[in-house]
């Protein structure tokens, strides 16, 4: 089959692609721009067209598939409704390639990315052959794509836009409920709803891997008929991850190869968590600048997620002092979130804001970094903001020093910047 993807570059997207040329199709797709997913794709030998434009679309493609990025208004998904092409979003997509397969689906609010891969990583490491499509980059597999020769399939589900109710997984972990994605959800009543759907629709001989004792949990355990395993008291060794989150994600990841594989020793289990080092942009150590501050890159980019990760930043370096540049990820995030994020930071010595990252949305009027930086400031910290991501860099610069951590943190692009300070 020829399948064109439009926003390739996708982190999701980016794994499907790869899966698509295991299988044997022919791949092309496009991007707005340049990524080190679309790098990595090239090295692969699928095509990535930069920027976007109608003439990207193949004629002759059996399968248009794009990302929740790009909008029906895009100028390829245009040409590809003038030609009558078949077009299909990235999880409708995961639905088809998953189906007939032993699924571990994982979702929640925090931990999805980390869990899956340790997930993933565990099956391999035991010899169980998973194929695998996690929301970030894996060292240990070169990619954010693990091509197996089994019929497990481990992938990261998004509640967003009740995107996991597209799957049929034989398990289902569920790492914890907050309420987030706030343009979908109008209440946090409205995302448990979509988790409470999911697990209904696992199968009696299934399981939901989840924390029993956790916040939101409840309604969702009430709907289910499958197994519901507590993962919350699960022994997992030391980790080479910092935090007692990393800690519960081992938990969950180790609880769900034990439901599908209790032949699995836990001896086998423990060595391959053990051995973890983490992916692309989870407290990722990027290095050093030339004055000897030490660069960290994460994608928290949710309140809690925020004051976790700066909480585990603060135990592990606890005479460094920490500067952490934010990057806001949606007008309507940082809107309705405002009071978690002013008081997210308390970890920090000082916050800078990059300006808001739109992605789908158009600016809600008052809803700026601006704001958010004054409402901090209002509480004794330290905090400014700044009107692009040059201006982050150049002021992180100015304050570099030995005793320093530069922590750049947020779902945008903000990862950039961590790259420029310790590459020159």
Not at 346 to 366: K, L, S, T
Request: overall charge negative; some cysteine; glycine content about 6%.
């Amino acid at each position: 089959m020829r399948i064109h993807m439009i926003g390739i570059g996708g982190i999701g997207m980016s794994a499907l692609a790869q899966l698509y040329i295991r299988d044997g199709h022919t791949v092309s797709g496009s991007d707005r721009e340049v990524s080190p997913t679309t790098e990595l794709l090239e090295t692969k030998g699928i095509r990535v067209s930069i920027p976007q434009k109608s003439e990207n679309v193949p004629v002759d493609a059996e399968r248009i598939v794009y990302s929740d990025a790009v909008w029906d208004d895009n100028p390829e998904r245009i040409r590809a409704k003038e030609l009558e092409l078949k077009q299909i979003s990235y999880f409708e997509a995961l639905g088809e390639v998953s189906e007939g397969k032993r699924t571990i689906a994982v979702t929640g609010t925090h931990g999805k990315t980390t869990t899956t891969a340790l997930i993933a990583k565990i099956l391999k490491d035991a010899g169980k052959n998973p194929t695998a499509i996690v929301g970030s980059i894996v060292p240990e597999f070169g990619s954010n794509f693990l091509s197996g020769t089994s019929d497990i399939f481990v992938i990261e589900a998004c509640e967003y836009k009740d995107h996991l109710l597209k799957l049929s997984p034989a398990v289902l972990v569920l790492t914890n409920v907050e309420w987030d994605h706030t343009d979908w959800f109008p209440t946090l009543d409205a995302e448990i709803e979509t988790f409470a759907k999911s697990a209904e629709k696992l199968p009696s001989g299934g399981a939901l891997i989840t924390n029993i004792g956790g916040s939101n949990i409840a309604p969702v355990v009430a709907r289910t008929k499958a197994q519901v395993i507590s993962y919350a008291d699960e022994v997992v060794p030391e980790l080479q991850l910092v935090g007692e989150f990393n800690l519960m994600n081992a938990r969950a990841a180790k609880s769900a190869v034990k439901a599908l594989f209790p032949d699995i020793a836990d001896s086998v289990i423990d060595k391959s968590l053990s051995e973890f080092k983490g992916t692309w942009r989870r407290f990722e150590v990027k290095g050093e600048t030339k004055e000897g501050a030490l660069v960290i890159d994460d994608y928290a980019h949710h309140p809690s997620a925020i004051e976790a990760t700066l909480k585990a930043t603060r135990v592990k370096f606890p005479n460094k002092k920490i500067i952490v540049a934010f990057h806001p990820h949606l007008y309507s995030r940082t809107r309705d979130l405002m009071d978690g994020f002013v008081h997210a930071f308390v970890d920090a010595d000082e916050v800078v804001f990059a300006p808001i990252y739109p992605a789908r949305e158009e600016p809600i009027v008052g809803v700026t970094s601006d704001a958010l930086a004054e409402k901090i400031r209002a509480t004794g910290k330290q905090a400014q903001a700044f009107h692009s991501l040059e201006e982050v860099e150049t002021y992180l610069r100015s304050v570099s020093a030995p005793d320093t951590i530069l922590m750049t943190m947020g779902a945008g692009d903000i990862y950039k910047v961590a790259d420029a300070l310790v590459l020159s």
